[in-house]
């Protein structure tokens, strides 16, 4: 009998072991009565939901890192013509030119890198993401406050938590919980592209923290009545701290200041 492959902690491996999270993980990156015609894997490990993606796409690019595991993976879906499993970093993969989806228990090391990559790729239409739920839930509002990465990217792309696995569904168990992510390229950005510069700017303005407050940073770019007209218009306070406002409020806040 072969012995099972030791985690590697350099690789901040933690397998999902619990079918069931990883049938609900599956079923959110290809809903019900959908097909992805192309899905990449970000560490397909021992292939637990690799298995149950694979009949839920066209093709399916399945990318380990630990070359421990991947004859174990090639062997297991040697018989599955829409998987390919490569044996290599997905941070060093080049994003296909054609639409495709992200899915995968994301190494919480590497949550970040793993995100910027998605966010870079242009071909991207959405990505469902097993992360640390602390990450999952800064993210996406979920604890009332919004981040900075969150707002900059919501023009282009929805953020939302869309499910949460408790942290005894992984071997090795880790210390934390985890949550589901969903990152969504939207088909119609909220700004064109003309515009999306002067949004940045704005928003960098705004999480500086320069002059104590957001209403203070915008006033040492925009006069104090536009921006107090700016905060009534999104329906702010304006000792409101910057992480507490939405994109929503953001978007407005940019409509007036922009004019």
């Given at each position: 009998m072969?012995r ?5 902690r350099a690789?901040?491996q933690?397998f999902?072991a ?5 049938a ?5 990156a290809?809903?019900?009565g ?7 894997e970000?560490g397909?490990?021992?292939g637990a939901l ?5 009949p839920?796409c066209?093709r399916l690019l ?5 070359p ?5 993976l090639?062997?297991?879906f ?5 998987v390919r499993?490569?044996?290599e970093?997905f941070?060093?993969?080049r ?5 495709f989806s ?8 590497r ?8 966010l870079?790729a242009s071909a991207l ?11 999952a839930r ?5 604890y009332?406050?919004w981040?900075?990465?969150?707002v900059l990217t919501?023009?282009r792309?929805?953020?939302r938590?869309v499910?949460?696995?408790g942290?005894?569904?992984?071997r090795?168990v880790p210390r934390?919980?985890?949550?589901i992510?969903?990152?969504?390229r939207?088909?119609?950005?909220l700004l ?5 510069d002067?949004?940045r700017?704005?928003?960098e303005?705004?999480?500086s923290?320069v002059g104590g407050s957001l209403?203070?940073?915008l006033r ?8 107090d007209?700016?905060f009534r218009?999104?329906?702010l306070?304006?000792?409101v701290?910057v ?7 953001w978007?407005?806040?940019?409509g007036v200041?922009s004019?």
């Open positions: 072969a099972p492959t030791r985690v590697s690789l901040s933690n999902l619990d079918r069931a999270s990883a609900q993980l599956a079923r959110l290809v809903p019900h959908r097909e992805a015609p192309l899905l990449l970000v397909a490990g021992k690799t298995e149950l993606l694979a839920r066209r399945a990318y380990e890192i630990d421990r595991l991947v004859p174990v090639r062997a297991r040697t018989n599955t013509p829409q499993v490569i044996g970093d941070l060093c993969a994003p296909p030119r054609t639409p992200v899915a995968g228990n994301v190494p919480f090391s949550t970040a890198p793993i995100v910027d990559w998605c870079r239409t959405d990505a469902t993401l097993l992360t640390q739920l602390e990450y800064k993210r996406t509002g979920d009332g406050s981040s900075r990465l969150t919501w023009p792309h929805e953020w938590l499910g949460r696995v942290r005894r569904s992984f090795p934390v919980d985890a949550g992510v969903r990152i969504e939207r088909r119609t950005p064109d592209a003309d515009a999306y002067n949004w700017r704005l928003v303005l705004g999480f923290g209403h203070a940073s040492r770019a925009h006069p104090r009545r536009r921006v007209a700016a218009v999104a329906g306070d304006t000792g701290l992480g507490e406002v939405s994109p929503g409020a978007l407005r806040l940019y200041l004019s």
